[in-house]
């Protein structure tokens, strides 16, 4: 398979707003390659905008040399039908029903195309959240 042909990763991360920087990243790199994904394969990162000024976010973004894309909590809430772990509890603390998730379909197109998937549903780690989704970049309608 040429990589061309392979297709665009995104990470989704959800985070708290103190969360570390350095455990952020001890979490990702092997959470990531116990599913056999290369971090290099990733696209783009995204979150919730409300986070977009977080340190640990932008200091991941940096890390993994991936640009940081953000969305409002309604744009994620609208992908919720297609979320494999909903959470009542994120949607009272963020109005969204998830951020890892739903970010990482999002940085895929919004809304994402049908052939978009959820690969690595939401892991939990110290202070973040992560997801990674898959499929064709699609165009905003």
Do not use: W, Y
Request: proline share 11%; aromatic share 4%; hydrophobic share 50%.
């Amino acid at each position: 398979m040429s990589h061309a042909a392979l297709p665009f990763l995104a990470l989704g991360v959800g985070c708290r707003q103190r969360a570390d920087a350095e455990a952020a990243f001890a979490f990702i790199g092997p959470a990531l390659a116990e599913r056999g994904l290369d971090p290099a394969r990733l696209g783009a990162l995204g979150s919730l905008d409300r986070r977009r000024d977080n340190p640990t976010l932008s200091r991941l973004a940096e890390h993994l040399g991936l640009p940081l894309r953000v969305f409002p909590a309604a744009e994620l809430e609208a992908l919720t039908p297609r979320l494999l772990t909903p959470s009542a509890a994120v949607f009272r603390a963020v109005g969204c029903h998830g951020v890892a998730e739903a970010a990482a379909l999002a940085c895929l197109g919004t809304p994402p195309g049908p052939a978009a998937r959820l690969i690595v549903p939401k892991l939990a780690g110290p202070g973040i959240t992560l997801a990674v989704a898959a499929g064709p970049l699609e165009s905003p309608a």
